[in-house]
T-cell receptor, first 116, second 112 residues
Framework: EAGVAQSPRYKIIEKRQSVAFWCNPI?????LYWYQQILGQGPKLLIQ????????DSQLPKDRFSAERLKGVDSTLKIQPAKLEDSAVYLC??????????????FGPGTRLTVT | GQQLNQSPQSMFIQEGEDVSMNCTSS?????WLWYKQDPGEGPVLLIA?????ELTSNGRLTAQFGITRKDSFLNISASIPSDVGIYFC????????????FGKGTLLTVNP
């Protein structure tokens, strides 16, 4: 079974530029998550989708971050404009949460963003 | 928000030694997950626990869901160099709608 796919793996941009990350979850997984991981910390949830609807985006800085999952499969996360403090690894995860079957989340390899 | 206290923050051990790490919370959790993260990679799920008191093994790894539902531990027996990495606990608080809370991680270094 293919895992969670993410691209790009690395991105370097200057502050005030925009950037987009792409994620394709494990086939059949209804729930998709975007996390931000600052060096030395655990992942922090940015947004959670159930199919193509947003379940939780309470920690998403909505003035600069946006995310969509239009067809309920793959998703994009965008930052515009980027700030220095956005330098982090952006992780995508998915889980098969239908009817409470499981809460196990499977992560992609992440995108390491450096803002200069 | 929910807080998970993971300890120790880091460990330096000799190959062949056993190691133990744990997570505690002031809140009750429905699920505990343990992940390992290698440099430059995403976290990989090691063990999932769903019932209070549950003890689950995955090779040399053993994890338990605490009876109080507020803690969990992970043991690694007979450590080997490839065990090096950061281990994260993650818990699913009651009523969280699948929103995991992560610990800050335990950095494990194994000296050959």
């Amino acid at each position: 079974e293919a895992g969670v796919a993410q691209s790009p793996r690395y991105k370097i941009i200057e502050k005030r530029q925009s950037v987009a990350f792409w994620c394709n979850p494990i086939s059949g997984h209804a729930t998709l998550y975007w996390y931000q991981q600052i060096l030395g910390q655990g992942p922090k949830l940015l947004i959670q989708f159930q199919n193509n609807g947003v379940v939780d985006d309470s920690q998403l800085p909505k003035d600069r971050f946006s995310a969509e999952r239009l067809k309920g499969v793959d998703s994009t996360l965008k930052i515009q404009p980027a700030k220095l403090e956005d330098s982090a690894v952006y992780l995508c995860a998915s889980s098969f949460n239908i009817g409470g079957a499981t809460s196990e989340q499977y992560f992609g390899p992440g995108t390491r963003l450096t803002v200069t | 928000g929910q807080q998970l206290n993971q300890s120790p923050q880091s460990m330096f051990i000799q190959e062949g030694e056993d190691v133990s790490m744990n997570c505690t919370s002031s809140s009750i959790f429905n699920t505990w997950l343990w992940y390992k993260q290698d440099p430059g990679e995403g976290p990989v799920l090691l063990i999932a626990l769903y019932k209070a008191g549950e003890l689950t093994s995955n090779g040399r790894l053993t994890a338990q869901f605490g009876i109080t539902r507020k803690d969990s531990f992970l043991n690694i027996s007979a450590s080997i160099p490839s065990d090096v990495g950061i281990y994260f606990c993650a818990g699913l608080p009651v009523g969280s709608n699948y929103k995991l809370t992560f610990g800050k991680g335990t950095l494990l270094t194994v000296n050959p």
